[in-house]
């Protein structure tokens, strides 16, 4: 059996879980946090960066400091994971609708449409989240420009965008915040976990209030305050240092496991190239202005039906394969929270002709050749 995913995993976890343990502590902040809080501001040039319990709480704390008030609406694509749109419906508390506008994807990108964002703005809009799909940039000069035109916040779900960058910069480092995860999915895992990237000094203070059980904490073991308290709503944001432990092996391996995924990814590229085929079959574009980080390889059938018996063939070869993302606005809590500008040009066609490829760190040559061969068999036999 090929899997879709194996969590990474490099050799030194053990060790660094077991200096965890030995240091007699466990909890949130102890020495392996800050140790990849400063690896990702070290390495990302990034102002302040925080570790999370998960990619979707990076989101919670994102959204919440963007101070949503009734009635506020919010910019993101509708082909994302749920959690993109999650975060901006809890921090309103669930209570108006819609205040998700979903903005149709571009077709060689699958990533927000620059070009859509525009007309979805009102007077009530407060935000733009852009994901960046499958660890490539969307156009964010484009993106930038727009929201200090309109003075909107910009949130980049970088979940799958660590160690991608965009006209040199990191993803995550562009926009007010950046969200990561590091999910056993995502190219650096620590099983459950994420950070938050917070680019403008003016919400650090919040952010960490927030993260903290609202509480000053982190002020007062800076010596900025006397004694702590609680100050601010928030929540418990902080993973246990025995998952930062795990990553921290994997970030300091970063770039070995960059170009590992790289070296992969460029194999499928080059089998698949020359058998690209527009609307029939098509493979990852990638923009000029962007360096990625291999987290996924998709190709793009015709339609639905020719995606689904592409599953079934690589199943019954023993290959994994997967698709994703119902796209949010036909979901039922999209229909319920949001609503669709403009029309629904790209999103569900493309999203119902994609399907992604195993890929993981360290994935072995033989098997990356085989389902090479399956893919290639199925196009003979297809197209
Ligand atoms: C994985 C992912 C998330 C959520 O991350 P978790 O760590 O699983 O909470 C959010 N957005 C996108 C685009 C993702 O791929």
């Known amino acids: 059996m090929i899997d879709f995913n194996i969590p990474p995993f490099v050799g030194t976890e053990f060790k660094y879980i077991n200096d965890a343990i030995n240091n007699k502590k466990i909890c949130g902040d102890g020495f392996f946090t800050k140790k990849c809080n400063n690896w990702i501001e070290n390495k990302f040039n990034a102002n302040k960066a925080l570790l999370t319990t998960s990619g979707s709480s990076a989101l919670d704390i994102a959204a919440y400091l963007c101070d949503l008030n009734p009635g506020d609406e919010i910019i993101l694509p509708s082909y994302t994971f749920s959690s993109t749109a999650n975060s901006f419906v809890l921090a309103g508390g669930g209570q108006w609708s819609p205040n998700l506008v979903f903005v149709d994807i ?13 007309y979805a703005i009102t007077n009530k809009t407060k935000a733009i989240v852009v994901v960046h799909y499958a ?23 970088a979940a799958q965008g660590f160690m991608s960058t965009y006209n040199g910069r990191a993803l995550g480092t562009i926009g007010d915040f950046g969200c990561y995860s590091f999910h056993e999915t995502k190219n650096y895992s620590m099983g459950e976990g994420g950070a938050i990237v ?10 960490e209030i927030l993260r903290e059980k609202g509480t000053n904490r982190n002020q007062f073991f800076r010596g900025v305050v006397d004694k702590y308290t609680w100050v601010n709503f928030g929540d418990s944001y902080l993973p246990s240092d025995i998952n930062a432990a795990y990553l921290y092996s994997q970030l ?9 995924r790289l070296e992969t990814w460029n194999c499928y590229y080059d089998a698949f190239h020359d058998y690209v085929q527009e609307g029939k079959f098509e493979i ?19 339609n639905l039906s020719i ?56 994935m072995k040559k033989e098997d990356v050749q085989q389902v090479i061969n399956r893919t290639l068999d199925f196009l003979k036999m297809t197209i």
């Open 252 to 260: 300091e391996c970063a770039d070995i496991i960059n170009s590992n």
């Open 284 to 302: 990852p574009f990638i923009p000029n202005d962007c360096k990625h980080n291999a987290h996924m390889f998709y190709i793009k059938f015709e």
């Open 307 to 362: 995606r689904q018996n592409f599953i079934s063939y690589m199943k019954s070869n023993n290959i994994q394969c997967a698709f994703h993302y119902i796209p949010l606005h036909s979901s039922p809590a999209g229909i319920k929270y949001g609503r669709f500008s403009g029309i629904d040009v790209n999103t569900t066609i493309e999203s119902e002709r994609l399907v992604r490829l195993p890929m993981y760190f360290n």
């Open 135 to 157: 660890g490539v940039s969307c156009n964010m000069d484009k993106i930038m420009d727009i929201a200090k035109k309109y003075n909107l916040i910009v949130v980049e779900d």
């Open 106 to 118: 571009r077709k060689d990108t699958m990533n927000i449409d620059e070009s859509k964002i525009e």
């Open 198 to 207: 917070i680019n403008n000094d003016k919400f650090v203070e919040k952010a």
